[in-house]
């Protein structure tokens, strides 16, 4: 199930639209051991219809980030160029040395823009089936890729999006949990930071990913650009880049849509 959450304020006898959240929820039957099926949907008016096709346009669009992620299809032919000029940017051609490479100025290395914690879960973070809650996670997920924009751009950040909130498998209560942001990709005042979760195993040393959040952050200034110094920086250079865009067309789509909803107006 796709659920759309949109929030609005009223100012001065008109309401203003604030923020919209999607949540894409699995369910499960009572006992949570299998999946549950879903009744479908069937669209009153016109408004419930033009609803219900934003939600299939989406699936479809997920689907396709998906197939064409980084880690499974080769950056098409723009991205290779981007990733092309990064490298010869940073290189002195003069010299007829590709081993040395050279900071531009307002640049910083991929590599100098990430923070890392590690938080204890207590059995107080636990939810109803007994493992840590997905919030509790989220917010300090939030909370480390503030303090990084913070550091990076040296103003407070503003909270432009939260995308792609990807929960791979759940965290037992107890655990060890390690948390790295990265700045990935800057535009302007734009900074796209993600931040992976990951369990930590002290007696094997094994780590697990479970968790990959994508902030957008926004700050009065332009900031510094942020480059790639290996191929593995590059494609978190893409990713973040891909999910900036998506985040810009989004917000392209949503200033043009004056037909959804005024839920709030009609309560």
Avoid at 206 to 228: A, C, G, K
């Amino acid at each position: 199930m796709e659920v759309v959450v949109w929030l609005e304020q009223k100012l001065h006898g008109s309401w203003h639209r604030i923020t919209r959240a999607l949540f894409l929820i699995a369910a499960r039957d009572p006992t949570n051991t299998r999946s549950a099926l879903v009744n479908p949907l069937e669209p009153a008016d016109e408004r419930e219809r033009s609803i219900l096709a934003g939600g299939e346009s989406r699936k479809t669009a997920r689907m396709k980030l998906q197939a064409q992620h980084v880690s499974k299809v080769i950056p098409n032919e723009e991205e290779q160029r981007i990733i092309h000029n990064l490298y010869t940017n940073t290189v002195d051609v003069k010299e007829g040395s590709l081993t040395r490479r050279v900071l531009p100025p307002s640049t910083e290395w991929m590599s100098n823009c990430t923070l890392s914690n590690v938080i204890f879960s207590h059995p107080e973070d636990r939810n109803l089936h007994n493992t840590v809650f997905g919030g509790f996670i989220m917010r300090n997920a939030s909370e480390l890729a503030f303090i990084l924009g913070f550091r990076f751009s040296r103003y407070r950040p503003m909270m432009k999006s939260i995308s792609d909130i990807n929960f791979q498998r759940p965290i037992a209560v107890n655990s060890l949990i390690q948390m790295h942001a990265h700045v990935v990709f800057t535009q302007l005042q734009y900074m796209q930071i993600i931040v992976y979760v990951e369990t930590y195993d002290p007696i094997n040393g094994r780590s697990d990913t479970t968790n990959t959040f994508h902030f957008t952050f926004q700050v009065p200034e332009i900031v510094r650009e942020v480059l790639p110094l290996t191929y593995h920086e590059a494609m978190m250079y893409i990713d973040g880049r891909r999910h900036f865009q998506d985040v810009l067309e989004k917000d392209l789509n949503d200033s043009m849509n004056t037909d959804i909803p005024e839920l709030m107006s009609k309560l």
